[in-house]
């Protein structure tokens, strides 16, 4: 049985979340297990709680893995 894993999930993985110490892997994890809204991920993962400076990027990282999706 082959497992077929998001293509987002080969890119390097990196801290996008500095206040809640949100890495990119568990954006992507999130996302997939269902949370597809940025209010979503902040209710998860606490992103965008803090200081704020993560949101632009956590919504590219959204919009990306959308855009990945639909594909």
């Known amino acids: 049985m082959v497992i077929k894993k998001s293509p987002l999930q080969a890119k390097p993985d990196y ?5 809640m110490e949100v890495m990119y892997s568990q954006i992507i994890e999130a996302i997939e297990d269902g949370s597809d809204t940025f209010q979503a991920l902040s209710d998860r993962l606490g992103v965008g709680t803090g200081c704020s400076s993560c949101v632009e990027e956590v919504m590219e990282v959204l919009r990306e893995a959308k855009e990945s999706k639909c594909n």
């Open 15 to 19: 801290l996008i979340c500095t206040c």
